[in-house]
């Protein structure tokens, strides 16, 4: 409650101000007796307040006269209004109340010729007012938080979908646990008394714990990261059980002290795991989780990218499809295993033969596609070339043996001054790869325009 003590210290009330409050007390508690019947009645008249139940909550009224504007002052507003939130009754209609009352203390003022005691019973009603505006401020929080908590949920539920490790799953999982938990903390400070069901007090204990300590999911943390995250873990896992301890204590206003200091940890938390999940989802979709290579998706996206800076820049380009020889005979003799290690052992050849400027990907099955940049198109076979026989004069390692493979390669030059696009390079590429296995296999074709 220190930061609404702050507000209300910031309004202005005096010693002098609770002097004179204090010695008008029964006058004023007359007044308020006199007025709450009528007062309500309005609030039903005019709608603000449908119920048959009294709009305010014990001690309310009485603590506006009280003469003592500290935590007992702060606490009883706060719950006061929760009450309001929990009727649906809108912050704007709360400071109509909170004014209405603001002009009976000021007329009785008047009437007693006490302006100075006026102008104090004012700054009390600023302090009430500065109250329900937390409340009101956390409500606005918890739902704007909540929004963009359920989207994060929804892109992480949606993702946990291609997500093939299970410790991926886990990290996923406690991405969201986390998310909220966040959420829970400002719904205790609001007044409500749920938990999410996956709630553990221990931090060893929940999912998060669970994948980083059970599971091996620390490795996955970056070691710079590893102590900042840990402790933020740890941080609020305590925040969390205090705010519980509040909760169950009926003193949801404590909560609001250190909410900003729930939410930090876990933003640190969940923006850690949120991008070791935003990489594995990433590779999922744009790697072939066999050789580790780029697949298809990214060829067709990086195809583009290149036809586009070709165009701009004047430069050709080659495409080369290079397809496994007999690739079926060897998952028939050997069996699919084995038929993996040499589809491995290819991805990894193919990486040293190409330059660094070069881009290789899995096609798919047995087939491996090149982008390479070439300074004229004659070189384009050369390129083609080098690529079949790099592969043909060794064997691949397995663990039955050196298996001996080759390949054939289609090529295609994209020469920006008469080539269409990427369909027309594809196409010739692919035409030119089942002219190389018809002609015999083993062997190199590249169209050039």
């Known amino acids: 409650m220190e930061h609404i003590d702050r507000i209300t210290r910031m309004v202005g009330l005096s010693a002098e101000d609770r002097r004179l409050i204090r010695a008008h007390h029964q006058p004023l508690a007359d007044a308020l007796a006199e007025h709450r019947g009528p007062l309500e009645d309005w609030m039903r008249e005019t709608g603000l307040w449908p119920f048959g139940e009294s709009p305010f909550i014990e001690g309310c009224l009485a603590s506006l006269i009280a003469g003592e504007y500290g935590e007992s002052f702060s606490t009883v507003q706060y719950h006061q209004a929760l009450f309001w939130r929990r009727h649906d009754l ?20 008047e009437r007693w010729e006490a302006l100075a005691l006026g102008r ?11 109250v329900h505006a937390v409340v009101h401020h956390l409500g606005y929080q918890m ?14 539920q949606q993702g946990c979908g291609v997500l093939l490790s299970q410790s991926q799953q886990s990290a996923a999982q406690a991405y969201i646990d986390h998310q909220e938990w966040k959420i ?50 740890e941080r609020l896992h305590g925040l969390m059980a205090q705010a519980i301890e509040e909760s169950r204590d009926g003193q949801p206003q404590r909560i609001a002290e250190y909410l900003v200091d729930v939410e930090g940890a876990s933003e640190e938390i969940t923006e850690v795991l949120g991008e070791i999940i935003e990489c594995a989802m990433h590779e ?21 990218r290149r036809i586009a800076f070709s165009r701009r820049r004047g430069f050709p380009f080659g495409l080369f499809i290079l397809d496994i020889d007999h690739f079926k005979t ?22 040293q033969l190409i330059r660094a400027e070069d881009r290789l990907y899995r096609w798919g099955g047995e087939e491996f596609a090149v982008l390479a940049f070439i300074d004229a198109h004659r070189h384009a076979r050369d390129v083609g070339e080098r690529l079949r026989r790099g592969i043909a004069q060794k064997p691949i390692d ?7 493979i080759t390949v054939s390669v289609g090529g295609a030059v994209f020469d920006p001054a008469v080539t269409e696009g990427g369909l027309e390079i594809f196409g010739a590429a692919d035409r030119n790869l089942y002219r190389a296995k018809a002609a015999g296999r083993d062997r190199t074709i590249v169209e050039i325009p």
Request: glycine residues 8%; negative net charge.
């Open 398 to 404: 397995t663990r039955t043996g050196e298996l001996p």
């Open 120 to 130: 104090a019973l004012c700054r009390v009603i600023d302090s009430a007012q500065a």
């Open 184 to 233: 829970a903390a400002y719904s205790l400070a609001l007044g409500r008394e749920e938990l999410p069901d996956n709630y553990a007090r221990s931090p060893r204990a929940c999912r998060l714990g669970r994948w980083l300590y059970q599971e091996g999911g620390i490795e996955e943390i970056p070691v710079a990261f590893r102590p900042g995250f840990e402790a933020a873990h």
């Open 284 to 304: 999922l979709v744009t790697q072939d989780p066999l050789t580790g290579l780029n697949n298809r998706r990214t060829f067709e996206n990086d195809l583009q």
């Open 330 to 351: 060897i998952n028939d003799r050997h069996g699919h295993a084995i038929g993996d290690e040499v589809l491995e052992g290819l991805a990894h050849r193919l990486g």
């Open 90 to 109: 809108r912050n704007s209609h709360a400071l109509t109340v909170l004014s209405r009352l603001r002009q009976l203390f000021v007329e009785h003022a």
């Open 143 to 156: 739902e704007r938080l909540e929004d963009e908590a359920n989207t994060d949920i929804r892109r992480m």
